[in-house]
């Protein structure tokens, strides 16, 4: 069974620091992708990551895909106020492309 | 930018009672999906539909749950007996899967919120 797992579960950071957010996965998926999630709102596709190596630029948010290390990363720098939000990774599981989701990742960024 | 509808944004229900939550997936869109979240905790899958057919469901779907696509657009997810436990955010998804958007992640409607009382 594919488990995907997150850490930490909860980030409280200051404005102006860079900090990583991780997840790691269990089997082999040729796909990942990262969702943000604001409070009481859905889910907003930020990045899809195909490949091993495959790096991702959004703004302040880097994203980065091991497939060999079954492990993804978000590297934010200089956080701003705005990122604040709960970032969820997933992986593609089963012939039906169905999403199975990481714990997520409470990122609160104080002024 | 086209988008995947979710219609109420709330539903409060007495146990036991039958629920329907419907979906407007994007038109050209192949795949459709259920997905829910309990408070504070991490998407879960429910059911994946192709072709007019559940082609797969989680241990979650259990008989109590049922979906449809009654006709060229709606998307429904029916839970016949309501409980306690299923009070959570309920979101549809879906995605085109051919060609040039084969790997495009699922597209997610803002979600209905179910409380059953």
């Known amino acids: 069974e594919l488990k995907v797992e997150q850490n930490p579960l909860f980030l409280s950071m200051q404005e102006g620091k860079n900090y990583t957010i991780y997840c790691n996965y269990s089997t082999t998926s040729d796909r990942l992708y990262w969702y943000r999630q604001d409070p009481g709102k859905s889910l907003e596709s930020l990045f899809v990551l195909l490949s091993n190596g495959a790096v991702k630029q959004e703004g302040r948010l880097m994203a980065s895909l091991d497939t060999k290390a079954r492990l993804s990363t978000i590297h934010i720098t200089a956080a701003v106020h705005d990122l604040s939000a709960t970032y969820f990774c997933a992986v593609v599981g089963g012939a039906t492309n169905k999403l199975i989701f990481g714990t997520g990742t409470l990122l609160a960024v104080q002024p | 930018e086209p988008e995947v509808t979710q219609t109420p944004s709330h539903q409060v229900t007495q146990m036991g009672q039958e629920v329907i939550l419907r979906c407007v997936p994007i038109s050209n869109h192949l795949y459709f999906y259920w997905y829910r979240q309990i408070l504070g905790q991490k998407v879960e899958f429910l059911v994946s539909f192709y072709n007019n057919e559940i082609s797969e469901k989680s241990e979650i779907f259990d008989d109590q749950f049922s979906v449809e696509r009654p006709d060229g657009s709606n998307f429904t997810l029916k839970i016949r007996s309501t409980k306690l436990e299923d009070s959570a955010m309920y979101f549809c998804?879906?995605?085109?899967?051919?060609?040039?958007?084969?790997?495009?992640?699922?597209?997610f409607g803002d979600g209905t919120r179910l409380s059953i009382l």
């Open positions: 998804a879906s995605v085109d899967p051919r060609g040039a958007y084969s790997n495009q992640p699922q597209h």
